[in-house]
């Protein structure tokens, strides 16, 4: 049995040194075909030219960076630009808000005005008609008394 499990495992040993190996010779295959296509292909260039072309890629980077920041600098302006607006606009109906309360302020102060100055003309009636009704009432009392002592002496008078 332990004869068996070690032939197993040799095979299977086989099979993936046979399959390390084909993947090797694939990739060989494959680094030829790669280093010929760089060969057609490949530009060889001194360094001067290398540190130029090098400089330019850099500072095309750093433009398309740039740019983009700039593209975003833009939307950031755009959009205080509209945030402005709206505030500008909250503002003015905040405004036209306060200048209506104004005014209905003004109205109820004037109606407030009339109506103090209705209630005093009110009073100063109410007033006058208790003086007249404090005369009356008076006059009343007066007569009261008057036909009392005349009363009064009318029943003396019958009596004696």
């Not at 001067?48 to 833009?74: G, H, N, P």
């Not at 009073?123 to 009704?133: F, G, N, P, Y």
Request: hydrophobic share 40%.
């Amino acid at each position: 049995m332990e004869d068996k499990e070690k032939e197993d495992m040799k095979a299977m040993s086989e099979e993936r040194w046979q399959g390390a190996i084909v993947n090797l010779t694939e990739m060989t295959s494959n680094l030829e075909s790669l280093q010929k296509l760089l060969l057609k292909k490949a530009v060889f260039v001194d360094e001067d030219t290398y540190a130029k072309a090098s400089l330019t890629s850099e500072q095309a980077r750093t433009i398309k960076v740039l740019e983009q920041r700039v593209e975003t600098l833009e939307r950031e302006l755009d959009a205080a630009i509209s945030a402005a607006a709206r505030a500008r606009a909250e503002k003015r109906q905040a405004e036209v808000g306060q200048k209506a309360a104004e005014l209905r302020a003004q109205e109820v102060t004037k109606e407030l005005e009339n109506t103090t100055k209705v209630f005093q003309l009110h009073m100063e009636e109410l007033r006058a008609k208790q003086e007249e009704i404090a005369k009356r009432d008076n006059d009343i009392k007066l007569l009261e008394a008057i036909i009392q002592t005349l009363g009064g002496r009318e029943s003396h008078s019958s009596s004696g």
